[in-house]
Protein backbone atom coordinates (compact mmCIF):
# COMPACT_ATOMS: atom_id res chain seq x y z
CA UNK A 1 0.00 0.00 0.00
CA UNK A 2 0.97 3.40 -0.97
CA UNK A 3 2.30 5.76 1.91
CA UNK A 4 -0.74 8.07 3.63
CA UNK A 5 0.21 11.60 4.53
CA UNK A 6 -2.80 13.75 5.97
CA UNK A 7 -3.94 17.16 4.48
CA UNK A 8 -4.96 19.23 7.31
CA UNK A 9 -7.13 22.48 5.31
CA UNK A 10 -6.80 25.51 6.65
CA UNK A 11 -8.90 28.04 5.11
CA UNK A 12 -11.58 28.18 7.86
CA UNK A 13 -9.07 29.21 10.48
CA UNK A 14 -5.81 30.24 9.95
CA UNK A 15 -5.65 31.32 6.21
CA UNK A 16 -8.81 33.50 6.92
CA UNK A 17 -6.84 34.83 9.90
CA UNK A 18 -3.53 35.09 8.35
CA UNK A 19 -4.95 36.86 4.97
CA UNK A 20 -8.15 38.68 5.72
CA UNK A 21 -7.69 39.15 9.79
CA UNK A 22 -10.63 36.28 10.49
CA UNK A 23 -13.41 38.28 8.91
CA UNK A 24 -15.06 35.79 7.08
CA UNK A 25 -18.38 35.26 7.80
CA UNK A 26 -20.53 32.28 7.89
CA UNK A 27 -22.74 33.07 5.27
CA UNK A 28 -19.34 32.78 2.92
CA UNK A 29 -18.72 29.11 4.19
CA UNK A 30 -21.86 27.57 5.07
CA UNK A 31 -22.96 26.66 1.30
CA UNK A 32 -19.67 24.58 0.82
CA UNK A 33 -19.04 22.66 4.17
CA UNK A 34 -20.74 19.20 2.40
CA UNK A 35 -18.49 19.22 -0.14
CA UNK A 36 -15.51 20.21 1.81
CA UNK A 37 -16.62 16.92 4.23
CA UNK A 38 -16.33 15.39 0.69
CA UNK A 39 -12.80 16.31 0.00
CA UNK A 40 -11.05 13.43 1.79
CA UNK A 41 -9.19 15.54 3.74
CA UNK A 42 -7.86 14.55 7.50
CA UNK A 43 -8.99 17.29 8.87
CA UNK A 44 -10.58 20.88 9.00
CA UNK A 45 -9.05 23.39 10.86
CA UNK A 46 -12.20 25.83 11.95
CA UNK A 47 -11.66 27.31 14.99
CA UNK A 48 -9.59 28.70 17.61
CA UNK A 49 -6.91 31.26 17.33
CA UNK A 50 -8.62 34.46 16.30
CA UNK A 51 -11.81 32.99 15.55
CA UNK A 52 -13.31 33.49 18.96
CA UNK A 53 -12.10 37.38 19.00
CA UNK A 54 -13.26 38.04 15.71
CA UNK A 55 -16.68 36.47 15.69
CA UNK A 56 -17.52 38.68 19.01
CA UNK A 57 -15.85 41.71 18.13
CA UNK A 58 -16.41 41.66 14.02
CA UNK A 59 -19.00 39.31 12.88
CA UNK A 60 -21.98 39.26 15.33
CA UNK A 61 -21.91 35.82 15.24
CA UNK A 62 -21.95 33.28 17.96
CA UNK A 63 -18.59 31.51 18.04
CA UNK A 64 -19.96 28.48 19.83
CA UNK A 65 -23.04 28.37 17.40
CA UNK A 66 -20.55 28.78 14.77
CA UNK A 67 -19.17 25.87 15.60
CA UNK A 68 -22.07 23.62 15.93
CA UNK A 69 -23.47 24.79 12.76
CA UNK A 70 -19.79 23.33 11.15
CA UNK A 71 -19.98 20.03 12.76
CA UNK A 72 -23.91 19.83 11.50
CA UNK A 73 -22.51 20.09 7.73
CA UNK A 74 -19.35 18.42 8.14
CA UNK A 75 -20.29 14.88 9.49
CA UNK A 76 -17.07 12.45 8.52
CA UNK A 77 -13.96 14.80 8.22
CA UNK A 78 -12.12 15.69 11.63
CA UNK A 79 -12.53 19.10 12.78
CA UNK A 80 -9.47 21.02 14.68
CA UNK A 81 -8.75 24.08 16.61
CA UNK A 82 -6.00 25.83 18.08
CA UNK A 83 -5.76 26.29 21.67
CA UNK A 84 -2.95 28.72 23.39
CA UNK A 85 -2.53 26.35 26.42
CA UNK A 86 -3.37 28.65 29.45
CA UNK A 87 -4.25 31.51 27.29
CA UNK A 88 -6.83 29.57 25.78
CA UNK A 89 -7.77 31.94 23.10
CA UNK A 90 -6.84 35.07 24.88
CA UNK A 91 -3.86 37.02 25.73
CA UNK A 92 -3.57 36.21 29.39
CA UNK A 93 -3.39 32.93 31.64
CA UNK A 94 -6.79 31.79 32.93
CA UNK A 95 -7.77 29.98 35.66
CA UNK A 96 -7.13 26.51 35.62
CA UNK A 97 -11.22 25.80 36.11
CA UNK A 98 -11.82 28.34 32.93
CA UNK A 99 -9.19 26.20 30.70
CA UNK A 100 -10.77 22.73 31.93
CA UNK A 101 -14.53 24.22 31.14
CA UNK A 102 -13.45 25.38 27.35
CA UNK A 103 -11.86 22.52 26.04
CA UNK A 104 -14.91 20.50 27.47
CA UNK A 105 -17.12 22.96 25.68
CA UNK A 106 -15.06 22.68 22.39
CA UNK A 107 -14.78 19.11 22.37
CA UNK A 108 -18.68 18.97 23.29
CA UNK A 109 -19.45 21.37 20.58
CA UNK A 110 -17.74 19.07 18.00
CA UNK A 111 -14.07 19.64 17.88
CA UNK A 112 -11.97 16.46 17.41
CA UNK A 113 -8.56 17.74 17.85
CA UNK A 114 -7.23 20.57 19.59
CA UNK A 115 -3.76 21.86 19.28
CA UNK A 116 -2.06 23.05 22.20
CA UNK A 117 0.57 25.38 22.19
CA UNK A 118 1.92 27.56 24.36
CA UNK A 119 4.57 30.80 23.65
CA UNK A 120 7.41 29.66 25.69
CA UNK A 121 7.64 26.04 24.64
CA UNK A 122 6.45 25.75 28.73
CA UNK A 123 4.83 22.14 29.12
CA UNK A 124 3.12 23.48 32.32
CA UNK A 125 1.14 25.95 30.29
CA UNK A 126 0.06 23.21 28.00
CA UNK A 127 -0.61 20.83 30.95
CA UNK A 128 -4.02 21.48 32.13
CA UNK A 129 -5.47 22.05 28.62
CA UNK A 130 -3.92 18.67 27.59
CA UNK A 131 -5.02 16.23 30.38
CA UNK A 132 -8.68 17.90 29.97
CA UNK A 133 -8.71 17.03 26.26
CA UNK A 134 -7.91 13.66 27.03
CA UNK A 135 -10.77 13.31 29.86
CA UNK A 136 -13.19 14.80 27.27
CA UNK A 137 -12.19 12.19 24.71
CA UNK A 138 -10.80 14.56 22.02
CA UNK A 139 -7.13 14.19 20.50
CA UNK A 140 -4.75 16.17 22.12
CA UNK A 141 -2.17 17.42 19.38
CA UNK A 142 0.61 18.66 21.44
CA UNK A 143 3.37 22.09 20.04
CA UNK A 144 6.60 22.82 19.32
CA UNK A 145 6.42 26.54 18.15
CA UNK A 146 9.85 26.56 16.24
CA UNK A 147 12.17 29.75 16.92
CA UNK A 148 15.93 30.27 15.99
CA UNK A 149 18.21 30.75 18.99
CA UNK A 150 21.04 29.37 20.49
CA UNK A 151 19.11 27.54 22.95
CA UNK A 152 16.70 25.77 20.40
CA UNK A 153 18.61 22.81 19.88
CA UNK A 154 16.99 19.35 18.11
CA UNK A 155 17.96 18.22 21.66
CA UNK A 156 15.39 21.02 23.06
CA UNK A 157 13.10 20.52 20.39
CA UNK A 158 13.27 16.47 21.24
CA UNK A 159 13.09 16.60 24.50
CA UNK A 160 10.23 18.72 24.15
CA UNK A 161 8.39 16.46 21.82
CA UNK A 162 9.18 13.49 24.41
CA UNK A 163 7.74 15.24 27.42
CA UNK A 164 4.89 16.01 25.15
CA UNK A 165 4.39 12.29 24.43
CA UNK A 166 4.95 11.54 28.04
CA UNK A 167 2.19 13.98 28.54
CA UNK A 168 -0.76 11.86 27.03
CA UNK A 169 -0.63 13.47 23.42
CA UNK A 170 -1.95 11.40 20.62
CA UNK A 171 0.63 13.57 18.00
CA UNK A 172 2.78 16.34 17.48
CA UNK A 173 3.01 19.53 15.54
CA UNK A 174 5.47 21.84 14.66
CA UNK A 175 4.50 24.80 14.48
CA UNK A 176 6.53 27.39 12.49
CA UNK A 177 4.40 30.53 12.74
CA UNK A 178 6.97 33.06 11.06
CA UNK A 179 7.66 30.69 8.31
CA UNK A 180 11.10 31.11 9.02
CA UNK A 181 11.42 27.04 8.75
CA UNK A 182 13.88 25.84 6.09
CA UNK A 183 13.92 22.80 4.54
CA UNK A 184 16.56 21.03 5.45
CA UNK A 185 16.35 22.40 9.17
CA UNK A 186 12.87 20.63 9.02
CA UNK A 187 13.82 17.65 7.22
CA UNK A 188 16.66 16.89 10.10
CA UNK A 189 13.64 18.05 12.79
CA UNK A 190 11.01 15.40 11.64
CA UNK A 191 13.58 12.94 11.58
CA UNK A 192 15.02 13.27 14.80
CA UNK A 193 11.67 13.39 16.19
CA UNK A 194 10.53 10.30 14.12
CA UNK A 195 13.10 8.28 15.33
CA UNK A 196 12.37 9.26 19.28
CA UNK A 197 8.58 9.65 19.10
CA UNK A 198 5.86 6.59 18.63
CA UNK A 199 3.21 9.36 18.07
CA UNK A 200 2.48 10.97 14.91
CA UNK A 201 4.55 14.32 13.72
CA UNK A 202 2.21 16.73 11.63
CA UNK A 203 4.00 19.92 10.45
CA UNK A 204 2.50 23.79 10.12
CA UNK A 205 4.48 26.63 8.25
CA UNK A 206 3.38 30.13 6.57
CA UNK A 207 4.41 30.88 3.12
CA UNK A 208 5.42 34.56 3.86
CA UNK A 209 9.52 33.92 3.11
CA UNK A 210 8.53 31.46 0.10
CA UNK A 211 10.01 28.44 1.86
CA UNK A 212 7.19 26.77 3.02
CA UNK A 213 6.01 24.91 -0.19
CA UNK A 214 9.73 23.46 -0.07
CA UNK A 215 9.92 22.80 3.40
CA UNK A 216 6.16 20.49 3.47
CA UNK A 217 7.57 18.64 0.50
CA UNK A 218 11.14 18.03 3.06
CA UNK A 219 9.04 17.02 5.92
CA UNK A 220 6.75 14.49 4.20
CA UNK A 221 10.24 13.17 2.98
CA UNK A 222 11.78 12.88 6.36
CA UNK A 223 8.71 10.99 7.42
CA UNK A 224 6.18 13.49 8.69
CA UNK A 225 2.44 12.11 9.06
CA UNK A 226 0.27 15.55 7.86
CA UNK A 227 0.81 18.74 6.53
CA UNK A 228 -1.50 21.93 6.96
CA UNK A 229 -2.24 23.83 3.84
CA UNK A 230 -5.19 25.89 2.32
CA UNK A 231 -7.37 25.62 -0.57
CA UNK A 232 -5.28 27.70 -3.52
CA UNK A 233 -7.17 30.90 -4.14
CA UNK A 234 -6.55 31.52 -0.42
CA UNK A 235 -3.27 30.09 -0.15
CA UNK A 236 0.48 31.68 -0.66
CA UNK A 237 1.80 35.07 1.57
CA UNK A 238 1.42 35.28 5.15
CA UNK A 239 -1.13 32.12 4.86
CA UNK A 240 -0.08 28.56 3.71
CA UNK A 241 1.00 26.27 0.42
CA UNK A 242 -1.50 25.76 -1.29
CA UNK A 243 -3.58 22.48 -0.95
CA UNK A 244 -3.79 20.99 -4.87
CA UNK A 245 -0.44 21.88 -5.58
CA UNK A 246 0.91 19.70 -2.42
CA UNK A 247 -1.87 16.90 -3.31
CA UNK A 248 -0.90 17.53 -7.45
CA UNK A 249 2.85 16.60 -5.96
CA UNK A 250 1.96 13.37 -3.64
CA UNK A 251 0.43 11.97 -6.48
CA UNK A 252 3.32 12.18 -8.74
CA UNK A 253 5.15 10.71 -5.65
CA UNK A 254 2.94 8.35 -5.46
CA UNK A 255 1.94 9.10 -1.98
CA UNK A 256 -1.70 8.99 -0.68
CA UNK A 257 -3.02 12.32 0.86
CA UNK A 258 -7.17 10.91 0.93
CA UNK A 259 -8.17 14.43 -1.10
CA UNK A 260 -9.84 14.42 -4.77
CA UNK A 261 -8.48 17.10 -6.55
CA UNK A 262 -11.67 17.25 -8.38
CA UNK A 263 -13.60 18.31 -5.02
CA UNK A 264 -11.00 20.70 -4.38
CA UNK A 265 -11.72 22.29 -7.24
CA UNK A 266 -15.36 22.83 -6.49
CA UNK A 267 -14.01 24.35 -2.91
CA UNK A 268 -11.75 26.83 -4.42
CA UNK A 269 -14.27 27.87 -7.47
CA UNK A 270 -16.34 28.43 -4.33
CA UNK A 271 -14.09 30.86 -2.64
CA UNK A 272 -12.80 32.86 -5.73
CA UNK A 273 -15.85 34.72 -5.00
CA UNK A 274 -15.26 35.45 -1.66
CA UNK A 275 -11.68 36.24 -2.29
CA UNK A 276 -12.58 39.08 -5.09
CA UNK A 277 -14.69 40.59 -2.67
CA UNK A 278 -11.96 40.71 0.00
CA UNK A 279 -9.97 42.34 -2.44
CA UNK A 280 -11.89 44.95 -4.12
CA UNK A 281 -13.26 46.14 -0.59
CA UNK A 282 -9.88 45.88 1.30
CA UNK A 283 -9.94 43.32 3.37
CA UNK A 284 -7.18 42.05 1.28
CA UNK A 285 -4.24 43.68 0.78
CA UNK A 286 -2.44 42.60 -2.24
CA UNK A 287 0.74 43.48 -0.15
CA UNK A 288 0.61 40.18 1.80
CA UNK A 289 0.53 37.91 -0.74
CA UNK A 290 3.83 38.56 -1.92
CA UNK A 291 7.00 36.80 -0.63
CA UNK A 292 9.12 38.74 1.93
CA UNK A 293 12.26 37.49 2.50
CA UNK A 294 13.32 40.01 5.11
CA UNK A 295 12.01 37.97 8.32
CA UNK A 296 14.89 35.24 7.25
CA UNK A 297 17.48 38.54 7.09
CA UNK A 298 16.83 39.77 10.70
CA UNK A 299 15.23 36.56 12.26
CA UNK A 300 12.09 37.82 13.29
CA UNK A 301 8.85 37.46 12.32
CA UNK A 302 7.17 39.37 9.44
CA UNK A 303 4.47 40.71 11.34
CA UNK A 304 6.90 41.67 13.99
CA UNK A 305 8.81 43.53 11.73
CA UNK A 306 6.14 45.73 10.27
CA UNK A 307 4.83 46.28 14.29
CA UNK A 308 8.31 47.96 14.51
CA UNK A 309 8.00 50.14 11.61
CA UNK A 310 4.80 51.16 12.55
CA UNK A 311 5.66 52.17 16.21
CA UNK A 312 8.65 53.78 15.09
CA UNK A 313 6.43 56.00 11.94
CA UNK A 314 4.02 56.82 14.87
CA UNK A 315 6.57 58.57 16.74
CA UNK A 316 8.32 60.08 13.25
CA UNK A 317 11.39 57.89 14.35
CA UNK A 318 11.43 55.67 11.51
CA UNK A 319 14.84 56.47 11.16
CA UNK A 320 16.12 54.51 14.56
CA UNK A 321 15.02 51.27 12.76
CA UNK A 322 18.45 49.76 12.33
CA UNK A 323 19.35 50.39 15.88
CA UNK A 324 15.60 48.72 16.74
CA UNK A 325 16.80 45.88 14.82
CA UNK A 326 20.18 45.73 16.46
CA UNK A 327 18.52 45.74 19.65
CA UNK A 328 15.92 43.58 19.40
CA UNK A 329 18.26 40.35 19.78
CA UNK A 330 19.70 41.86 22.78
CA UNK A 331 16.57 41.82 24.51
CA UNK A 332 15.41 38.69 23.72
CA UNK A 333 18.32 36.80 25.18
CA UNK A 334 17.66 39.02 28.26
CA UNK A 335 14.43 37.65 28.31
CA UNK A 336 15.57 33.92 27.86
CA UNK A 337 15.36 33.92 24.46
CA UNK A 338 11.15 33.35 23.92
CA UNK A 339 9.79 32.97 20.65
CA UNK A 340 8.38 35.04 19.06
CA UNK A 341 5.10 34.73 18.69
CA UNK A 342 2.16 36.62 20.52
CA UNK A 343 2.15 37.51 23.00
CA UNK A 344 6.12 37.58 23.17
CA UNK A 345 7.24 38.95 20.57
CA UNK A 346 4.83 42.40 21.02
CA UNK A 347 6.34 42.31 24.43
CA UNK A 348 10.47 42.13 23.20
CA UNK A 349 9.50 44.69 20.12
CA UNK A 350 8.26 47.40 22.31
CA UNK A 351 11.14 46.86 24.78
CA UNK A 352 13.46 47.19 22.06
CA UNK A 353 11.96 50.52 20.89
CA UNK A 354 11.80 51.87 24.31
CA UNK A 355 15.36 50.84 25.07
CA UNK A 356 16.46 52.87 21.88
CA UNK A 357 13.97 55.38 22.26
CA UNK A 358 14.83 56.51 25.72
CA UNK A 359 19.06 55.99 24.90
CA UNK A 360 19.11 54.10 28.19
CA UNK A 361 18.59 50.28 28.38
CA UNK A 362 15.66 49.49 30.37
CA UNK A 363 14.92 52.95 31.70
CA UNK A 364 11.32 51.86 31.43
CA UNK A 365 9.91 48.31 31.73
CA UNK A 366 6.81 47.64 30.35
CA UNK A 367 4.19 46.22 33.20
CA UNK A 368 3.86 43.19 30.66
CA UNK A 369 7.66 42.42 30.70
CA UNK A 370 7.62 43.01 34.72
CA UNK A 371 4.95 40.48 34.64
CA UNK A 372 7.11 38.27 32.43
CA UNK A 373 9.87 38.56 34.94
CA UNK A 374 8.04 37.49 37.83
CA UNK A 375 6.87 33.97 36.28
CA UNK A 376 3.05 35.38 35.38
CA UNK A 377 3.77 34.33 31.33
CA UNK A 378 5.58 30.82 32.85
CA UNK A 379 8.76 29.81 32.62
CA UNK A 380 11.20 31.62 30.48
CA UNK A 381 13.34 28.94 28.24
CA UNK A 382 16.41 30.31 29.48
CA UNK A 383 16.97 32.20 32.31
CA UNK A 384 16.41 35.84 32.27
CA UNK A 385 19.76 38.13 32.30
CA UNK A 386 20.20 39.07 36.33
CA UNK A 387 20.52 42.89 34.75
CA UNK A 388 16.98 42.83 33.86
CA UNK A 389 15.76 40.95 36.52
CA UNK A 390 17.23 43.48 38.98
CA UNK A 391 15.71 46.53 37.27
CA UNK A 392 12.41 45.00 36.63
CA UNK A 393 11.61 43.66 39.85
CA UNK A 394 14.10 45.43 42.26
CA UNK A 395 13.58 43.76 45.77
CA UNK A 396 10.68 41.86 44.69
CA UNK A 397 11.14 38.05 44.16
CA UNK A 398 9.50 36.39 41.58
CA UNK A 399 7.06 33.48 41.73
CA UNK A 400 8.33 29.92 42.69
CA UNK A 401 5.55 27.62 42.35
CA UNK A 402 3.70 27.67 38.99
CA UNK A 403 1.67 31.12 39.09
CA UNK A 404 -1.83 29.50 37.58
CA UNK A 405 -2.48 27.65 40.58
CA UNK A 406 -3.07 31.35 42.38
CA UNK A 407 -5.70 32.36 40.18
CA UNK A 408 -8.71 31.84 41.30
CA UNK A 409 -11.50 29.91 39.85
CA UNK A 410 -13.47 32.73 37.51
CA UNK A 411 -16.42 31.05 36.76
CA UNK A 412 -18.77 31.34 39.25
CA UNK A 413 -18.15 35.15 39.49
CA UNK A 414 -18.76 35.54 35.87
CA UNK A 415 -21.88 33.64 36.27
CA UNK A 416 -22.94 35.21 39.07
CA UNK A 417 -22.28 39.13 37.03
CA UNK A 418 -24.07 37.50 33.87
CA UNK A 419 -27.53 36.72 35.43
CA UNK A 420 -29.91 36.35 32.98
CA UNK A 421 -27.75 37.67 29.78
CA UNK A 422 -25.89 34.07 30.08
CA UNK A 423 -28.40 31.01 28.99
CA UNK A 424 -25.66 28.36 28.97
CA UNK A 425 -22.58 27.58 29.93
CA UNK A 426 -20.97 29.06 26.80
CA UNK A 427 -21.87 32.43 27.26
CA UNK A 428 -20.16 32.94 30.45
CA UNK A 429 -17.23 31.21 28.44
CA UNK A 430 -17.73 33.74 25.95
CA UNK A 431 -17.41 36.50 28.80
CA UNK A 432 -14.76 35.07 30.79
CA UNK A 433 -12.37 34.98 27.63
CA UNK A 434 -13.50 37.98 26.12
CA UNK A 435 -15.47 39.97 28.65
CA UNK A 436 -15.99 43.45 26.78
CA UNK A 437 -16.98 41.89 23.33
CA UNK A 438 -18.99 39.28 24.67
CA UNK A 439 -20.80 41.26 27.17
CA UNK A 440 -21.65 43.89 24.34
CA UNK A 441 -22.78 40.38 21.89
CA UNK A 442 -24.87 38.96 24.43
CA UNK A 443 -26.59 42.23 25.69
CA UNK A 444 -27.36 42.80 21.56
CA UNK A 445 -28.92 39.67 21.42
CA UNK A 446 -30.92 39.88 24.62
CA UNK A 447 -32.29 43.24 22.95
CA UNK A 448 -32.93 41.62 19.35
CA UNK A 449 -34.56 39.20 20.87
CA UNK A 450 -37.18 41.42 23.24
CA UNK A 451 -37.62 43.39 19.79
CA UNK A 452 -38.46 40.23 17.88
CA UNK A 453 -41.24 39.19 20.64
CA UNK A 454 -42.66 42.70 20.94
CA UNK A 455 -42.72 42.72 16.90
CA UNK A 456 -44.33 39.17 16.74
CA UNK A 457 -46.99 40.87 19.47
CA UNK A 458 -47.79 43.66 17.32
CA UNK A 459 -48.16 41.58 14.20
CA UNK A 460 -50.30 38.95 15.72
CA UNK A 461 -53.00 42.18 16.44
CO1 LIG B 1 -0.24 29.46 11.65
Known amino acids: MNRRVHITEVVLRDANQSLIATRMPRSDFEDILETMDQAGYYSLEVWG ?23 SKVKNTKLQMLLRGQNILGYRHYSDDTVRAFVRKSVENGIDIIRIFDALNDPHNMATAIDECLKAGGHAQGTICYTISPIHTFENYVALGKTLEKMGCNSICIKDMAGIMSPQICYDLVKALKKDLRIPVY ?52 IDSGVDLKVCKKINDHFKPVQERFLKEGGLNPSVLTTKIDALNYQIPGGMLSNLISQLTAVDKLDKLDEVLA ?48 GEYGHSPAPISEELMKLALGDEKPYEGRYDDMIEPEIPGAKEYLGDLAESEEDVLSYVAFPQQAEAFLKERKLKKALKVSYTITEAK
Open 49 to 71: GATFDSCLRYLDEDPWERLRFIR
Open 203 to 254: VHSHTTTGLAQMTLLKAIEAGADGVDTAISIFSGGTSHPSTESLVYTLNEMN
Open 327 to 374: ETPNVRKDMGYPPLVTPMSQMVGSQAVTNVLTGARYKLISKEVKAYCR
